[in-house]
């Protein structure tokens, strides 16, 4: 995929002065859950249904065995990282409705055929955001809205997706959810849990993200 307008907004890059964040204390309480999330449970269920996603897409991808078991083998993680990123999706949103920041279908569409030209269509698309950020082509839409909302609260706050103030206005989103982690999937902390590849750390495509009047 040719990124004419990427940065390097990799969080390998970001700065590390950003307090602490929270972390999780347990989830004893909350039987069956892998998180609860501003008081809504992201069951195990759920949790498996979405590695599932990945998986299907992944083996449809892939349709040799062997080259089927070496991409399994690289998404050993995926698990953990699913969650990670399901929990990090509600605080961004949280930290974007607290902004005001609304996003319509049209940006959305915009952002995703701006996105298509570069990778050469639609399947070039849909392969690449399976293969490089774990997202099947049935959350392709929902994550490129997360991407603008994530891009349009830094703009607001004057700044970049990975600066200090960024995370600081996810650490607030994500201490008013209340984020509890089942320790089983590790701990809970929004700065740290974020995936070097996601890809709202990045200016994909500034055509895209364009807003129409």
Known sequence: MHRRR?????????IAAAAPLLTACGNDAHPGAAAVVGGQRITVAQLQSRVDEVRRAQRAAVPDATQYEHAVAGTGTLTRETLHGMILDRVVRRAAEDA?????PREVQ?????????????????????????????????????QIEAQKLAAGLNTQPGSPVFWQALSKAS?????????RY??????????????????????GTQQTT
Not at 186 to 207: E, F, H, I
């Open 175 to 183: 201490r008013e959810l209340d984020v509890d982690l089942n320790p």
């Open 186 to 207: 590790g701990g809970w902390d929004v700065q740290k849990s974020v995936d070097a590849r996601t890809p709202w750390l990045r200016d994909v495509s500034a055509t």
């Open 6 to 14: 990427r940065t390097a907004l990799l969080l390998s890059a970001a």
């Open 100 to 104: 005001g920041i609304t996003v319509t």
């Open 110 to 146: 915009q952002m995703r055929a701006g996105l298509e030209r570069q990778a050469g269509g639609s399947k070039g698309l849909k392969a690449t955001w399976l293969q490089q950020y774990n997202i099947p082509p049935e959350r392709l839409d929902a994550n490129l809205r997360l």
